[in-house]
């Protein structure tokens, strides 16, 4: 365990008998293995993604809005959109700025060329005997393809590829509710979290699983991921507390 402290000490005019030292309290990582942020002002955060220089993040709520919000939770803004979306996932090509997000009631992509800007329509997604509220959940944007996350009944990674414009697929098996997706450009790989299970996988673009998954009890309802691998966090979003989770990758 590695506990760090701040140490302020004050000083008055008048002599006094000895020095008064307040120590303040400095939260370390390495306690728990994570961080925890409130985020005042989102209502149920249901994707994440970098904005273009990494200086902050994206998010969207199922309520309709896109904000940009600080790594210790600040809102730091929210662009305006119509009421009646149901966002649930969104990314950013870095090398153009486009973002896209994936409206589960539509079961759309849309794509907007700045968070924003007007939203057009990539592709509609039709999922044979979907249940509702269990359709689109995670989107990431990886070289020329959208990697996106079906929740539910049945779990399923879709991939369309931006340039033929052509829309595969495949089923993850064992998982329960697909909630968010992230493209690791360092290996040209996927990350996955099921909100259900309470965990991220690590998986090829095949789907295949890499190694055991990271188990994350203390988020309640797991919708939003990014994975820094240079810098050793997961960043995770919960839905039922709009809190924001740093997690310690071992």
């Not at 789907?207 to 691998?229: K, N, T």
Request: glycine share 10%; hydrophobic share 40%; aromatic share 12%.
């Amino acid at each position: 365990m590695n506990v760090r402290y701040l140490s302020v000490t004050l000083f008055f005019a008048l002599p006094l008998a000895g020095c008064v030292e307040d120590e303040v309290y400095v939260p370390d990582i390495r306690e728990k293995g994570y961080l925890e942020y409130e985020i005042a002002g989102l209502p149920e955060l249901s994707g994440l993604c970098y904005n273009r220089d990494r200086s902050a993040f994206l998010a969207v709520s199922d309520h309709g809005g896109i904000y940009e919000v600080g790594f210790n939770g600040a809102l730091l803004r929210q662009f305006p959109y119509p009421e009646g979306n149901d966002f649930e996932g969104i990314t950013m090509n870095r090398l153009t700025g486009e973002v896209y997000v994936v409206d589960e009631t539509r079961m759309t992509v849309f794509k907007l060329a700045a968070a924003g800007d007007a939203a057009t329509e990539v592709v509609k997604i039709t999922v044979e005997g979907a249940q509702s509220n269990r359709g689109l959940e995670g989107i990431a944007h990886g070289r020329d393809t959208l990697y996106i996350v079906n929740q539910g009944s049945p779990t399923r990674l879709f991939k369309y590829c931006l340039t033929s414009e052509t829309l595969t697929w495949l089923d993850i098996a064992g998982a329960t509710y697909l909630s968010d997706i992230c493209y690791d450009e360092t290996d040209d790989t996927l990350w996955i979290v099921d909100s259900k299970q309470c965990e991220i996988t690590h998986r090829d673009r095949q789907g295949q699983a890499i190694g055991e998954p990271w188990s994350i009890p203390y988020v309640a309802q797991a919708e939003g991921l990014v994975v820094d691998r240079e810098k050793g966090f997961f960043w995770v979003g919960c839905d039922t507390t709009s809190k924001l989770y740093k997690i310690l990758i071992e």
